[in-house]
T-cell receptor, first 115, second 113 residues
Framework: GDSVTQMEGPVTLSEEAFLTINCTYT??????LFWYVQYPGEGLQLLLK?????DKGSNKGFEATYRKETTSFHLEKGSVQVSDSAVYFC??????????????FGSGTQLTVLP | DAGVIQSPRHEVTEMGQEVTLRCKPI?????LFWYRQTMMRGLELLIY????????DSGMPEDRFSAKMPNASFSTLKIQPSEPRDSAVYFC???????????FGPGTRLTVT
């Protein structure tokens, strides 16, 4: 079945450091890929997405490139801010026919950015 | 757009009591999802509806849990009787036609003592 594997956290960085959160996936079809962010006390928010191989999703300085050859969708940001402290979830939606129409989420990675 | 609305935001109840969580999806969305989030188990899909019809309830933990969607703008998740292990944050999410991304509500934090 479909699955998403994220790097384990927590991740602690200083402000302005470079961020990478690794995400790899297993899917029977050709999935769409997503990153969601959950700020403390809030629900998950869609951060970015990519729907086909080599697509790059970007938003708020975050980027992730859909790599079919490595089945990966790593999240990156060049300079993190304290306000980026949150839990980040990688997710996929398999588009092949017959798949349940739901998202498969990774376990989440806690990011803390220190001033 | 108001986004997905959940109520109550916080619920504290005693073991054995009935708990009802409510969700109003984004207007025009035709799919609705209920999730449970805990530290131990992470984010779990409990049930989802498409056009008000339950499609997959395999994530519902046991018969104490039930969910309904009487119309396109309202859904409930009920736990009867509640137990301390049901303590978690419960999220509702909705999705529009022809898209894959889901939009989450702020969640209901349930504490069962």
């Amino acid at each position: 079945g479909d699955s998403v594997t994220q790097m384990e956290g927590p991740v602690t960085l200083s402000e302005e450091a470079f961020l990478t959160i690794n995400c790899t996936y297993t899917a029977t079809g050709y999935p769409s890929l997503f990153w969601y962010v959950q700020y403390p006390g809030e629900g998950l928010q869609l951060l970015l997405k990519a729907t086909k191989a080599d697509d790059k999703g970007s938003n708020k300085g975050f980027e992730a490139t859909y790599r079919k050859e490595t089945t990966s969708f790593h999240l990156e940001k060049g300079s993190v801010q304290v306000s980026d402290s949150a839990v980040y979830f990688c997710a996929l939606k398999d588009k092949s026919s017959g798949s349940a129409r739901q998202l498969t989420f990774g376990s989440g990675t806690q990011l803390t950015v220190l001033p | 757009d108001a986004g997905v609305i959940q109520s109550p935001r916080h619920e504290v109840t005693e073991m054995g009591q009935e708990v009802t969580l409510r969700c109003k999806p984004i207007s025009g969305h035709n799919s609705l999802f209920w999730y449970r989030q805990t530290m131990m188990r992470g984010l779990e899909l409990l049930i989802y509806f498409n056009n008000n019809v339950p499609i997959d309830d395999s994530g519902m933990p046991e018969d104490r849990f039930s969910a309904k969607m009487p119309n396109a703008s309202f859904s409930t998740l009920k736990i009867q009787p509640s137990e301390p292990r049901d303590s978690a944050v419960y999220f509702c999410a909705s999705r529009g036609t022809g898209v894959d991304e889901q939009y989450f509500g702020p969640g209901t934090r349930l504490t069962v003592t």
